[in-house]
């Protein structure tokens, strides 16, 4: 499916057919296995990344027990990759965590940000979905924060088209609302994305893009 989606029309020549963004909504059952940390799967993960293209997941539904992430929800080849979500209540002050929201740590240990999941939370409570063929609902689970943070890599990448999706994550990571234990932890990551304030922190690097205009623009 990853080599399919770097290379849809099936002509290497060819990069504009390439995904921003890969939004994952899936784990492996039983997945204590830390053979996974280094294994085919992850090289394919490693290569997705290495192509320019964010890789987000959701952190799984198993809280909220310690070190309940799966794989590869858990694997840390750098702190952006695998770029896990948790879920928190959006509607309820002070942003709590869902119960059902798994946590770190990750079993592929390493220290400081490689050891700390998941990466950062988002709304994931009663959250309005897509549901049956042509049906609204409000659903739970991380399924639902996970898009918010892939729909923030889209709006990112149209102001920072240079960028790649590493670099894209690493700002949502890096500019995320501190909540729960001061610092990083394994609830809420690095807190609650922003995305006026990822977007300053790489307007402080980089260049913007003027908008777009047309009819698709964001």
């Known amino acids: 499916s990853f080599e399919w989606a770097m290379n849809p029309d099936g002509d290497t020549s060819t990069v504009d057919d390439m995904p921003d963004v890969i939004n994952n909504s899936w784990g492996q059952a039983g997945a204590a296995d830390t053979s996974f940390c280094q294994n085919w799967s992850t090289q394919i993960f490693n290569v997705v990344e290495a192509a320019g293209i964010a890789i987000t997941f959701s952190a799984g539904n198993?809280?909220?027990?310690?070190?309940?992430?799966?794989?590869?929800?858990?694997?840390?080849?750098?702190?952006?990759?695998?770029?896990?979500?948790?879920?928190?209540?959006?509607?309820?002050?002070?942003?709590?965590?869902?119960?059902?929201?798994?946590?770190?740590?990750?079993?592929?240990?390493?220290?400081?940000?490689l050891l700390?999941?998941?990466?950062?939370?988002?709304?994931?409570?009663?959250?309005?979905?897509a549901y049956g063929k042509t049906g609204y609902g409000l659903l739970s689970?991380?399924?639902m924060s996970c898009p918010h943070v892939s729909g923030a890599v889209?709006?990112?990448?149209?102001?920072?088209?240079?960028?790649?999706?590493?670099?894209?994550?690493?700002?949502?990571?890096?500019s995320a609302t501190d909540l729960g234990l001061p610092g990083e932890d394994n609830t809420f990551g690095n807190g609650m994305i922003s995305l006026p304030a990822a977007y300053a922190y790489l307007a402080s690097h980089h260049t913007p893009a003027p908008p777009g205009g047309g009819p698709y623009d964001l």
């Open 141 to 143: 689970g991380t399924s």
């Open 62 to 113: 198993d809280g909220p027990g310690a070190a309940t992430l799966k794989h590869p929800q858990f694997v840390n080849t750098n702190p952006v990759n695998i770029f896990s979500i948790g879920a928190v209540n959006g509607g309820i002050s002070g942003y709590p965590i869902a119960d059902f929201s798994s946590r770190g740590a990750s079993l592929c240990g390493g220290t400081g940000p």
């Open 154 to 174: 889209l709006l990112l990448k149209e102001a920072f088209p240079q960028l790649g999706g590493d670099s894209l994550l690493w700002a949502l990571y890096q």
């Open 116 to 129: 700390y999941k998941p990466e950062v939370v988002a709304p994931g409570v009663n959250v309005r979905s």
